[in-house]
C-alpha cells in the first residue's frame, strides 16, 4: 500500500520561516508526481495553494513556494502570518497506476 | 469562476448505496485536460481521494475502494456522480467534488456533503 507521510505537527512564530515536507513510500517524489498542496482551515474546504511541485494559483499568496528536495516534496511559508494557522496536505500522482494519494496533513500552529 | 456542489443523502444505512451528484459550472467539459472527481474526510481525519473522470470519458479510481466505486458525468446537465456501494460506518464522511485541469493541478473544490452511515 503506497503510503504518502508529512510531519503531524509544526509550530512557528509570527514573522517565521516554515518548511513542510511530503515524502513517498515508494521513493523519490520527482516532478512526475505533480505534487500539489492545500491548506484546510476548520469547518472549510481545502484551498488549493501549489500544484505541479513549483505553480502558484492566482491566489495563492506569494510566502507560500513549492519545491523538491531531498526526495520530497516541500511546502515553504515565510513570513508566516496568524491566518496561516491551518492544516496543510500534499497530493501525489502515481502515473503507473493512474492514481492519486494524500498525505496524512500537517498541523501548522502559529504561536 | 469554477463553482462546485455535492448533493445527496446525509444519512445511509449500513450496506445502503451512495449517490452523490456534483453540479459545476464556469468551465466546459468538452475542454481537453478538464476532469471532475472526489475527495472524502471522515470527521477529524485526513483527505483520501476516491475518484476522477475526465472529459474523454477516462475514469480513474482509489484501488482500496475500486470495486465498490462508479463515477459518471451526465455534461448536458453539468453534472459528475459517484456512487459507492456498500456503505458501512467507515464511509462516514464528508465529501467533496473537485476540479481538475490535467494530471497535475487540482484546483477548487466544492463546498462538501456530510454523510452519515448508521444503523
Known amino acids: 500500500q503506497t503510503v504518502v507521510t508529512q510531519e503531524p505537527a509544526l509550530t512557528v512564530s509570527p514573522g517565521g520561516t516554515v518548511t513542510l515536507t511530503c515524502a513517498s513510500s515508494?521513493?523519490?517524489?520527482?516532478?512526475?508526481?505533480?505534487s500539489n498542496w492545500f491548506q484546510q482551515k476548520p469547518g472549510q474546504p481545502p484551498r488549493a495553494l501549489i500544484y505541479s511541485s513549483f505553480n502558484r494559483h492566482s491566489w495563492t499568496p506569494a510566502r507560500f513556494s513549492g519545491s523538491l528536495v531531498g526526495g520530497k516534496a516541500v511546502l515553504t511559508v515565510s513570513g508566516v502570518q496568524p491566518e496561516d494557522e491551518a492544516d496543510y496536505y500534499c497530493?501525489?500522482?502515481?502515473?503507473?497506476?493512474?492514481?492519486?494519494?494524500f498525505g496524512g496533513g500537517t498541523k501548522l500552529t502559529v504561536l | 469562476q469554477i463553482t462546485l456542489r455535492e448533493s445527496g443523502p446525509a444519512l445511509l444505512r449500513p450496506r445502503q448505496t451512495l449517490t452523490l451528484t456534483c453540479n459545476f459550472s464556469?468551465?466546459?467539459?468538452?475542454?481537453?485536460?478538464?476532469?471532475v472527481g472526489w475527495t472524502r474526510q471522515p470527521p477529524g481525519k485526513a483527505l483520501e481521494w476516491l475518484a476522477v473522470i475526465y472529459w474523454n470519458d477516462a475514469t480513474y479510481y482509489n484501488p482500496s475502494l475500486r470495486q465498490r466505486l462508479s463515477i459518471t458525468k451526465d455534461t448536458s446537465n453539468s453534472q459528475v456522480i459517484l456512487t459507492l456501494t456498500s456503505m458501512e460506518p467507515s464511509d462516514t464522511a464528508t465529501y467533496f467534488c473537485?476540479?481538475?485541469?490535467?494530471?497535475?493541478?487540482?484546483?477548487?473544490w466544492g463546498p462538501g456533503t456530510l454523510v452519515t452511515v448508521s444503523s
Open positions: 515508494t521513493g523519490e517524489v520527482t516532478t512526475a508526481f505533480y
Open positions: 464556469g468551465f466546459s467539459f468538452t475542454t481537453s485536460g478538464m476532469g
Open positions: 497530493l501525489l500522482y502515481y502515473v503507473d497506476s493512474y492514481f492519486w494519494v
Open positions: 473537485t476540479h481538475r485541469r490535467g494530471s497535475g493541478r487540482l484546483d477548487s
